[in-house]
């Protein structure tokens, strides 16, 4: 069974820094890109980072692109998110996922990992 | 970037009854087009991509089409286990990967 699970979140004060991560399990990981997309709360869903299968290439949302850094493992099967000087607007459900290609080019997303909720609040 | 709006916001429909659901692009973006649905509390789920292959394990109810900035997403029969909300999202221009912002479908 393909699998996502992640680990990480919680409670931070805005300045601070959180990792994420998510272990893969069930494909072969290193054959994936992989992504970060987040949920504000009641809001809808905004993708966040993604990072090539051999990890040489990462692509950011403006909002986060100095501040967050995507990374993985492939020995290890596992997909991070550093998110660093966190602000208020963060505040949301981060969910890792495995992005499926087209014509060798990320396409759509499958499956998704259970989320996790980061809040960023003094 | 591509903006993607999606319509209505919220859809009531009666149970068996059909369910369609828009997404426009602000921009072509051929047929590179998915639908996720995602229950309340729940991760999204892969419902259609190609604009209109079901993913693996989807019901035949839902079905996709549509091609460069016009999309809809039908329910032919609506189930009580339909209710969620549904996400178009583009991959035809990236980065970013752009989203819709969704259409929460209820039952009248």
């Known amino acids: 069974e393909v699998q996502l699970v992640q680990s990480g979140g919680g409670l931070v004060q805005p300045g601070e820094s959180l990792r994420l991560s998510c272990a893969a399990s069930?494909?072969?990981?290193?054959?994936?890109?992989m992504t970060w997309v987040r949920q504000a709360p009641g809001k809808g869903l905004e993708w966040v980072a993604i990072?090539?299968?051999?990890?040489?290439?990462?692509f950011y949302v403006d909002s986060v692109r100095g501040r967050f850094a995507i990374s993985r493992d492939n020995a290890e099967n596992s997909l991070y998110l550093q998110m660093n000087s966190l602000r208020d607007e963060d505040t949301a459900v981060y969910y890792c996922?495995?992005?499926?290609?087209?014509?060798?080019?990320?396409?759509?997303?499958?499956?998704w990992g259970q989320g996790t909720l980061v809040t960023v609040s003094s | 970037d591509i903006v993607m709006t999606q319509s209505p916001v919220t859809l009531s429909v009666s149970p068996g009854e059909r369910a369609t659901l828009s997404c426009r692009a602000s921009?072509?973006?051929?047929?590179?087009l998915a639908w996720y649905q995602q229950k309340p509390g729940q991760a999204p789920r892969l419902l259609i991509y190609?604009?209109?292959t079901r993913a693996t394990g989807i019901p035949s109810r839902f079905s996709g089409s549509g091609s460069g900035t016009e999309f809809t997403l039908t329910i032919s029969s609506l189930q009580s286990e339909d209710v969620a909300v549904y996400y178009c999202?583009?991959?035809?221009?990236?980065?970013?990967?752009?989203f819709g912002q969704g259409t929460k479908v209820e039952i009248k």
């Open positions: 996922a495995r992005f499926l290609e087209w014509i060798s080019i990320p396409g759509w997303v499958d499956p």
């Open positions: 069930g494909f072969t990981f290193n054959n994936y890109w």
């Open positions: 990072i090539k299968k051999d990890g040489s290439e990462t």
């Open positions: 921009g072509s973006v051929n047929r590179n």
């Open positions: 190609g604009a209109s």
């Open positions: 999202q583009q991959y035809n221009n990236w980065p970013p990967w752009t």
